[in-house]
Nanobody, 119 residues
């Protein structure tokens, strides 16, 4: 079992920056692919970015060059640095941990943190 807690959300002006953190409890953090998802009002939750245990990353096109995901396996924490924020980045951001273990897909979610980009 993995428990995830996000932090770092808030209100920021367009063009500003925020850094989200997701702290994980439990064991074997490095075996999980970590991801950040977001859900804007009235929209479906979407995948933003992922990072594997060995550091391979992927981003959706709309955040490439602006967002950076990273992880510290020693601290059981994943980060999302968000720069040049736009109003369309406004959403609840969720941390996700997923892995395939003994043929079974395991996935865990944090409660989410609100990010609001507005002047």
């Amino acid at each position: 079992q993995v428990q995830l807690v996000e932090s770092g959300g808030g209100l920021v002006q367009p063009g500003g920056s925020l850094r989200l953190s997701c702290a994980a409890s439990g064991r074997s953090f490095s075996t999980y692919t970590m991801g950040w998802y977001r859900q804007a009002p009235g929209k479906q939750r979407e995948l933003v970015t992922t990072i594997t245990g060995d550091g391979s990353v992927n981003y959706i096109d709309s955040v490439k060059g602006r967002f950076t995901i990273s992880r510290d396996n020693a601290k059981n924490t994943v980060y999302l640095q968000m720069n040049s924020l736009k109003p369309e980045d406004t959403a609840v951001y969720y941390c996700n941990a997923a892995r395939l273990w003994a043929g079974i897909r395991q996935a865990y979610w944090g409660p989410g943190t609100q990010v609001t980009v507005s002047s």
